[in-house]
T-cell receptor, first 114, second 117 residues
Framework: SQKIEQNSEALNIQEGKTATLTCNYT??????LQWYRQDPGRGPVFLLL?????KEKRKERLKVTFDTTLKQSLFHITASQPADSATYLC?????????????FGQGTTLQVKP | DGGITQSPKYLFRKEGQNVTLSCEQN?????MYWYRQDPGQGLRLIYY???????QKGDIAEGYSVSREKKESFPLTVTSAQKNPTAFYLC????????????????FGEGSRLTVL
């Protein structure tokens, strides 16, 4: 069955460092991958999209990579700030379907300490 | 401001009762979705609708029902047949036209937390 794994343990880092979150998947060939941020008790907010033919995408302090051979995406936050503390979700989508249905990972909680 | 509004934010239900969660959007999006979120699990799709008067079952539709009579509204009813309804419910919408209709981001509401007493 299709499976998405994100680090279940919380990631604790010091302010100013780079946070790296991992999203691994099996039994799936996604056409694209999205990353969302979710704060406690709130709905997820879209951050970045990367397609299967793209190796890397950047947006301000955020960088996403997508390795379809390793079946893995890495999400980086450079110069991290306490305000970056949240849960980050990865989601995979299949391009041949136009339903927009996504498969979500369970999320990784990031804690940035001042 | 455009967005998705879910209500109520918190809801308590006695066993055997049906409850309806509201989801309204003014983003003019055609597609709408209901997800369920449980601790330690990814969001799971309950139902989705790509156009008015049409909807499809997601991965965990049993014990739930929806309607899509208006483009702006996609209410979810949690019926008494749902064995474990306590969860955080998220409604989302997505544009289906534009440059990348098939990879468009989801716009989420703030969620409704349902607790069964």
């Amino acid at each position: 069955s299709q499976k998405i794994e994100q680090n279940s343990e919380a990631l604790n880092i010091q302010e100013g460092k780079t946070a790296t979150l991992t999203c691994n998947y099996t039994n799936y060939s996604p056409a694209y991958l999205q990353w969302y941020r979710q704060d406690p008790g709130r709905g997820p907010v879209f951050l970045l999209l990367i397609r299967e033919n793209e190796k890397e995408k950047r947006k301000e302090r955020l960088k996403v990579t997508f390795d379809t051979t390793l079946k893995q995406s890495l999400f980086h936050i450079t110069a991290s700030q306490p305000a970056d503390s949240a849960t980050y979700l990865c989601a995979l989508g299949h391009g041949s379907s136009n339903t927009g249905k996504l498969i979500f990972g369970q999320g990784t909680t990031l804690q940035v300490k001042p | 401001d455009g967005g998705i509004t879910q209500s109520p934010k918190y809801l308590f239900r006695k066993e055997g009762q049906n409850v309806t969660l509201s989801c309204e959007q003014n983003l003019n999006h055609d597609a709408m979705y209901w997800y369920r979120q449980d601790p330690g699990q990814g969001l799971r799709l309950i139902y989705y609708s790509q156009i008015v008067n049409d909807f499809q079952k997601g991965d965990i539709a049993e014990g739930y029902s929806v309607s899509r009579e208006k483009k702006e509204s996609f209410p979810l009813t949690v019926t008494s047949a749902q064995k474990n309804p306590t969860a955080f419910y998220l409604c989302a919408s997505r544009p289906t036209s534009g440059k990348t209709p098939n990879t468009g981001e989801l716009f989420f509401g703030e969620g409704s937390r349902l607790t069964v007493l």
